[in-house]
């Protein structure tokens, strides 16, 4: 099993020529077989925590560490970072006109694999992906997320993370805008990704709708880019109940 250590992470953004501390301390352990929910308000610093992991180039680490299964990730270049198992679905998927799903989720694959997948094995391991996901056959000679609604663009997230098959997910904000329908058949996917007990998932949220489908063992409260509460899955019906309000109104205090 794989284990994904944050400590002490803090990072900036350029912001009018000054850097910006958006992180300031963030301390998370996800291991093979969790799934932890980071739960805040917006701007709190979620998503830039998930950028961070990636590796996104926009953010600037100033002190702290990342590892997985004890090798230095702020090391490794973003295209290392997925290679090595490290998985980010965005909350908003990005267009690639002329490239299409199935030349990229091949390939992808093979970065990750080491070498190609046989190529009548590969067809019918994606077909069942993506007849388990309810994504139209057509879609995988379409360019990526061309055209696609939300809810396609974020099955075609959760169909990259069935296919390759990463160590550690970070899934920024995966329910945003989905349908009833479209939530059930993403969260369905994460449980499969999930079911082998091997692999983590660190799942990034506003809201609780979609810790009805995914039980997450583990919720942390993200205000002003730290991690100030955590708990079991009690505390995101606290939330549900009670909102951010008090966890805001303490980060000022301090």
Do not use: C
Request: aromatic residues 6%; negative net charge.
């Amino acid at each position: 099993m794989s284990t994904l250590e944050i400590r002490n992470l803090h990072a900036t953004v350029e912001s009018d020529g000054e850097p910006r501390e958006i992180l300031r301390g963030v301390d998370l352990t996800v291991a093979g077989g969790q799934t932890h929910a980071v739960m805040g308000p917006n701007g709190s610093g979620k998503s830039t925590l998930a950028y961070v992991i990636a590796g996104h180039p926009k953010y600037t680490v100033t002190e702290g560490s990342i590892t997985l299964d004890g090798a230095n990730v702020l090391d490794m270049s973003v295209d290392e970072r997925a290679r090595a198992g490290l998985f980010l679905a965005m909350q908003y998927p990005v267009e690639v006109p002329g490239v299409s799903v199935s030349n990229f989720l091949r390939t992808s694959a093979t970065a990750v694999r080491g070498e190609a997948p046989k190529l009548r094995l590969w067809i019918k391991e994606m077909k069942e992906a993506m007849a388990a996901l309810q994504i139209d056959p057509s879609f995988a000679e379409r360019s990526i997320n061309e055209g696609f609604s939300g809810g396609e663009k974020k099955r075609h997230e959760i169909l990259q993370l069935e296919l390759l098959k990463p160590r550690i997910a970070v899934l920024d904000e995966t329910d945003s805008g989905l349908d009833v329908d479209a939530l059930k058949i993403v969260a369905e996917g994460v449980n499969r990704f999930q079911a082998d007990g091997t692999t983590g998932t660190l799942l990034i949220t506003h809201y609780t709708r979609i810790l009805r489908y995914i039980h997450p063992d583990f919720v942390h409260v993200f205000v002003d880019g730290r991690i100030v509460e955590s708990g079991g899955p009690e505390l995101a019906q606290r939330l549900e109940d009670e909102g951010y309000e008090r966890f805001v109104k303490a980060g000022s205090a301090a």
